[in-house]
């Protein structure tokens, strides 16, 4: 069974973090609220999330050092964040958010189906994305399998050319047969 993609949605106001919950009521995707950047990092170290939504302006550490910090740990560098700011804020808050390493900024009030679009698309790139890692995987244990029976065909092939001793030639044989049947342990 797939895990169920999570959202990270970081605001230090309630009321804000209640609307997002439920914008993203009925998505496939379960939401972690959090009210803080530190907070926020705090989860990040537990749990995979294919998506952040992250309010810009907070109080102590606010969603660009937020982003920042995100971006340099190896674990979350990849995973997406949507900045989210206040209509009446400074224009250059989107670039400032682009350079903190956002996929996107929405200025508050947004279009609630517009978020769920969104975040929609990230959830799919994550199942897709755990789908396809999983495929690896399964693609990369069948490799080693494959050559370790491979390895086994040489080898009874070897010894049934270089020796006319049936305990050699019995060898071969066994070998030969625990190929056939995947069984190289």
């Given at each position: 069974m797939t895990q169920l993609a999570k959202a990270l949605l970081v605001d230090d106001r309630r009321e804000n973090l209640t609307a997002l919950e439920a914008i993203l009521q009925g998505l496939q995707?379960?939401?972690?609220?959090?009210?803080?950047g530190e907070a926020a990092?705090?989860?990040l170290l537990v749990d995979d999330f294919a998506v952040i939504l992250l309010d810009a302006q907070m109080p102590e550490m606010d969603g660009f050092e937020t982003a920042s910090h995100i971006k340099r740990r190896e674990r979350t560098r990849h995973v997406p964040i949507i900045f989210l700011t206040s209509a009446d804020q400074?224009?250059?808050l989107a670039m400032r958010g682009y350079a903190a390493g956002a996929?996107?900024?929405?200025?508050?009030?947004?279009d609630?189906?517009?978020?769920?679009a969104k975040v929609s698309v990230f959830v799919d790139l994550w199942v897709k994305t755990g789908q396809l890692t999983?495929?690896?995987?399964?693609?990369?244990?069948?490799?080693t399998q494959r050559r370790l029976?491979?390895?086994a065909i040489d080898e009874a092939t070897a010894l049934l050319r270089a020796e006319t001793d049936p305990a050699a030639v019995q060898r071969a044989i066994g070998l030969l047969e625990q190929?056939?049947?995947g069984n190289t342990g």
């Open positions: 995707v379960q939401s972690v609220a959090v009210e803080s990092l705090k989860r400074d224009a250059q996929v996107d900024h929405l200025t508050k009030p947004f609630p189906w517009v978020l769920r999983a495929q690896s995987t399964l693609l990369q244990e069948r490799e029976l491979t390895d190929a056939r049947w």
